[in-house]
């Protein structure tokens, strides 16, 4: 199976990085330090809103954000993330080991997968269908694949983001890594004035001859082990306008394999 899909808006967020033009800067050469104590800052959440919001919530939205320009309201949205709230399902872990179990009510609501979707399409009044999805090390895969399906079987602009952040200890010793990230791309079943590339995106067997997703770039984010982090490959690729092949792995059997090409 072989889709093309239109790129029309790229956006990147993560510690030093709030922007996808600071992401570009970064892979000219740019030198990025990690800032200490960084948070996600996003503009479309009210500061009294966004502080009782997750660090995940608030990254993911952050980077969405940055591609809603290039979307029409009636889009639909698909939201990627092996982990989605890892802070909320600490805080209600935690609490279930003490004896008086008291929870917070907005812990409730905000503890589901698809929280970062729910609270995003809120802020921005989004008015399309919304998907929040997991695939493990795979979500980069899964997410863009059902992206893609979005797209092709009903011809709707959809955005699609990728997102996770450190989740507390001790969830932190059995999924560990120390960057958040989140990476997002609007795509479109149809060229326009805003599209700046094609991807021709075949799913099938895996190539082993094909490029690997762990090619060298932006070096201590790849290093990172956030499973986000598989996007960046294809950010770089988009950016530098290389047709160079990559695969992204959905199983051990099976692939995306993605093509940069003139929109």
Known sequence: MSQKLYVNAAGFTAPGI?????????????????????KPQPQSLPPRAARRLSAAIRLAVQAAEQITPALPPEAAWVFASSIG???????????????????????????????????????????????????????????????????????????FVAFDAPMPSPLHEKRPFDVPMAAALALSPASSDQTIAALDITCGPVNEALTDPDAPVAGWLMSSNNPARYALPL?????????????????????????????
């Not at 709030?18 to 960084?38: F, K, N, Y």
């Not at 802020?123 to 797209?151: F, H, N, R, W």
């Not at 092949?245 to 199983?251: G, R």
Request: charged letters at 20%; aromatic letters at 4%; a negative charge.
């Open 85 to 159: 709230e890892g802070d909320t399902l600490n805080d209600i872990l935690a609490a279930l080991c003490r004896e008086d179990i008291m929870i917070q009510p907005v812990k409730f609501q905000n503890a589901v997968h698809n929280a970062a979707q729910g609270q995003f399409s809120i802020a921005v009044k989004a008015e399309g269908p919304g998907t929040s999805i997991a695939g493990y090390d795979m979500t980069v895969a899964a997410g863009l694949l059902k992206a893609m399906m979005q797209i092709v079987l009903e011809q709707v602009p959809t955005g």
């Open 18 to 38: 709030d922007t996808i033009e600071t992401l570009h800067a970064h892979l000219d050469g740019t030198q990025i330090e990690q800032p200490e104590g960084w």
């Open 235 to 263: 950010l770089t690729r988009l950016y530098r306008k290389d047709p160079t092949p990559l695969t992204l792995h959905l199983s051990p059997s099976t692939a995306l394999t993605i093509q940069v090409a003139d929109a």
